[in-house]
Each structure stands twice: as structure tokens, then as C-alpha cells.
């Protein structure tokens, strides 16, 4: 594929993604957000569909029993389950770390990244194999061996010595830290790369876009990425999209002193993992125009949106919001709106797996009859996922200091989440928290820190689990 279409494909790609900034947002006819007189407790609670097959259960209900005839939006809410572990026990790793030693790195970052390496060191044993790599312009490698006491001496005396220098080629890390869990992926049930940077990529592949798909090949070969992002200065949405497509977990770390807790909790998830290369597909029947996956990376299939999903360890759970067009007829039976498929690798029985479950709903013309069978359940998930979609775009508008914009972005939230007092009480604290942060905000590397922490609030807010 040359450049210009992959770039062409990616940008298609993201778009389809809520973290797009600057749509037009369309006139609620859900009736899923509440009136001004109403509070978004009312409501039924409808009894969830589910599907189980293997280590994950597929759980999904739609915004209402009933929904409108004629253009109308819906919303569905699918929760992907992993089950609890039945016993404490730590899979053997196939780990690759790789560090970022660019200049920018210098100083603190760098000598607490060290540090933390040592501490994921410490918590390896004979039966895990880890890969050393650290990069600048160009790539260093400790090629993966089993965490010896022997090794252990010389994965020491390398962490020791990584000097800071030169550019930031996260490409080349990548690369060479898959060359050298490759050969071993047969061997473990969980391969997994760590991936730590400070700033933007300056040499090899340079496009957020191609470095995204370069994750999502590596996660299609059995290999997870997590992304992990230090400071203030690097591409927090680039990061994310490589820990969306790679299947691993995203993080920004404003105090490089928490890379070590961090790098144990990969650590734990790695180990703990019992599906991976998670994929959700959602088919969606004549009737269904289009759809929009709230908050996460979808990519169009013909009718089909496929949906990554991050590796899953025991008791974890993903949830994905999904706003539905409708042009539907009245009916007098339940008709078919969504139709999800998950599909993943189950660890533990070293085998592809596969859930399917359909998502029904009565088509009427009484819009009375919609709203009072509306369910509250996926009324919150729904205003929740509209009010991050705000705060995604207001961390953009302070990067980019449009203040005024910013401002009124985070008033849309509040009011979206306001409508829900008790429910969405958490939301409504955080937004004032954020506002009164960002007017108290003295230069533009304190603006920046709050733009990067909106962001990370975002992602939780959405539903995703897999951020730090």
C-alpha cells in the first residue's frame, strides 16, 4: 500500500472514532438525554440480554423496549466480561521493555524509568523471558532471555548504562523489540511489549497514523502493545491509538515516580490476561443507517463495525456505547436492530472463541410509549459517553488555547451530566474540578497538564478500563 492510501485508510479509520473534534452534533431524538424538568433516573430497567462462551460473557440492551418509527437515533450498551480467576496464579511473560532515551528524557524522566525497570526486573523469575530496548536516533537491544540470576546480573548492568541522546524513534523500538519476541509467542500464552516515551517521533516512521497500524499488525502477529506517555509534551492521542490498536493498556504520566507502580500493573495484567486479541463486531440490519462507536477506534467493514478491544485479565471489563440511526417502520413484533459478534483468543484453553448476541426492540409511532419504557441503566452509560465526548473536545480547545471554547465545552458537559445528580454525581465534581484548575492555570505547561488529564478523565468516563 503506498503512502498516500495508507494515510487515506487511517484517517478513515479515526474518523469513525469519537475523539474526532468539531462535528456537528446532532438534535437528541432518542429521548435518551433528559428534558430540563426531568431527571435521568426515570425510567424502567430492562433485563439485559447475555451471551457466554469461554472466559468472556457478552452483555447488551438497547436505550428502550420500544423505539421510534421513522429517522431516529438509539443508543445500545454491549458489556464484554471476563471471568474471575478461580485461583491466584501468575502465567509466565514473554516481555519486552523499551525506553525512550531521547534528550528530552534527560534528567529525572530517564533516571526514574531506569529505576522502574529494575523494579519490573525484580518481579521476573526463571520461568518469564524478557527483551531490553531502549532507543534514541538509534536502537540498543538486550536480546530476550529467561530472568536468570545470571541474566538478571546483565539486564542490570544494561538498564544502567542507557545514556540520553539523540531523537525519538518509537518505530525502531517497536521493531526491534517484536524481532525478538517472535520467536517465542508459540511458547507463552501472553506476549506483551511495553512501550515508553516522553515526546513525539522525530526519526523512522514519523506518522501517528502509521505507527497506530504498525500496533495493530503487531497485536494481529500475537504480540500486545501498551503505550505509555511521560510528561507533558508527547501525543496522547497517537498513544492511545497504538494502545487501542496493539490491544494494550494507555497511559499518561505526569510524575515519572509512578512508573514503577505502573509497570507492576502491567506486569499483574500481562500475567493475569485470559483473552486476548479481543475483537467486538456489530452487524447492523437494513434499517440501521449508521453508527458511531462513542469514545473508541472502529473501523467499517460493508456493514460491520469491528471494534478493538485491550486484553482482558480475570474480572475485568470493557464497555462500549454505540449511538444507532434509525429509519425503521412500525411494527407489532420486535425486530432486530444490532447484532454483536465478540471474538478473541482464549488464553487457558489455547483457542479461538467466538460470542454472538442480537439486540431487539418494538418499532411504534407513540412517542409517549418510547419514553416510558426507556432504560435507566443505558440513559447513564449514554449521557455519560455524550458528556466525555465533550470533554475529549474541550482538552483539545486548551491545546490548542481557544479558552472561551474550552470553557463552553466543559458547560456542555456539566449540563449533560447534571441531568443525572445522583447518578453522575462523580462527573458533574470532576468537571468543576477541571474548570477551576484550567482558570487557575498560570502558563501553558500547567494548561497542557490539565488538557492531558481531561483527556485521561475522558477515557474513563467513555467506560475503557485499560488507561492509567
Do not use: C
Not at 185 to 209: H, K, N
Not at 353 to 366: C, F, G, I, N, R
Not at 417 to 443: I, K, M, P, W
Amino acid at each position: 500500500m503506498n503512502r498516500t492510501l495508507l494515510l487515506l485508510a487511517t484517517t478513515g479509520l479515526l474518523a469513525l472514532g469519537a475523539g474526532v473534534v468539531g462535528l456537528p452534533r446532532q438534535k437528541d431524538t432518542s429521548h435518551t438525554v433528559a428534558r430540563p424538568d426531568e431527571d435521568l433516573g426515570t425510567g424502567v430497567t430492562l433485563t439485559p440480554t447475555l451471551a457466554k462462551g469461554g472466559a468472556l460473557t457478552l452483555e447488551g440492551k438497547l436505550s428502550g423496549e420500544y423505539l421510534m418509527a421513522g429517522p431516529s437515533e438509539a443508543f445500545a450498551a454491549l458489556t464484554v466480561r471476563a471471568d474471575t480467576l478461580r485461583e491466584a496464579r501468575r502465567l509466565p511473560v514473554n516481555l519486552a521493555l523499551v525506553i525512550d532515551r531521547s534528550g528530552s528524557m534527560r534528567g529525572q524522566k530517564l533516571t526514574d524509568a531506569t529505576r522502574a525497570a529494575r523494579r519490573l526486573l525484580e518481579r521476573l523469575g526463571p520461568e518469564d523471558r524478557l527483551a531490553l530496548v531502549h532507543y534514541g536516533t538509534d536502537v540498543s537491544v538486550l536480546p530476550s532471555q529467561p530472568v536468570t540470576l545470571e541474566a538478571r546480573a546483565r539486564m542490570e548492568a544494561f538498564i544502567d548504562a542507557i545514556q540520553d541522546e539523540g531523537a525519538t524513534n518509537i518505530s525502531g523500538g517497536l521493531e526491534t523489540a517484536a524481532a525478538e519476541l517472535r520467536p517465542y509467542v508459540e511458547s507463552f500464552r501472553v506476549s506483551r511489549i511495553i512501550l515508553l516515551s516522553d515526546g513525539q517521533p522525530t526519526a523512522g516512521v514519523t506518522e501517528p497514523g502509521e505507527l497506530q497500524l504498525v500496533a495493530g499488525g503487531l497485536r494481529r502477529s500475537g504480540l500486545t502493545v501498551s503505550a505509555l506517555g511521560v510528561g507533558d509534551d508527547f501525543n496522547e492521542r497517537m498513544m492511545q491509538g497504538m494502545a487501542e490498536q496493539g490491544g494494550g493498556f494507555y497511559g499518561y504520566i505526569q510524575d515519572s515516580e509512578r512508573l514503577a507502580d505502573i509497570f507492576r500493573r502491567e506486569l499483574e495484567q500481562a500475567a493475569g490476561t485470559v483473552a486476548r486479541g479481543v475483537e467486538l463486531r456489530l452487524e447492523l440490519p437494513e434499517g440501521v443507517t449508521d453508527a458511531e462507536v462513542m469514545g473508541m477506534t472502529a473501523r467499517r467493514e460493508g456493514r460491520t463495525l469491528v471494534v478493538p478491544l485491550y486484553d482482558l485479565a480475570g474480572g475485568q471489563e470493557a464497555r462500549v456505547v454505540v449511538k444507532l440511526t434509525l429509519a425503521l417502520e412500525a411494527t407489532q413484533a420486535a425486530r432486530g436492530v444490532l447484532t454483536a459478534r465478540l471474538r478473541y483468543w482464549e488464553v487457558d484453553a489455547g483457542r479461538q472463541a467466538q460470542v454472538d448476541l442480537a439486540l431487539t426492540a418494538k418499532v411504534t409511532e407513540d412517542e409517549a410509549r418510547v419514553r416510558a419504557h426507556l432504560d435507566k441503566d443505558v440513559r447513564v452509560y449514554a449521557v455519560r459517553a455524550l458528556g466525555a465526548r465533550e470533554l475529549q473536545a474541550a482538552a483539545e480547545q486548551m491545546k490548542q488555547g481557544n479558552r472561551d471554547r474550552a470553557l463552553g465545552m466543559l458547560d456542555n458537559a456539566r449540563r449533560l451530566f447534571g441531568s443525572s445528580a445522583e447518578a453522575l454525581a462523580g462527573e458533574v465534581a470532576d468537571v468543576d474540578r477541571t474548570r477551576a484548575a484550567y482558570l487557575n492555570a498560570q502558563d501553558e505547561t500547567a494548561v497542557r497538564r490539565e488538557a492531558l488529564q481531561l483527556h485521561r478523565k475522558s477515557l474513563k468516563t467513555f467506560g475503557q478500563n485499560n488507561s492509567y
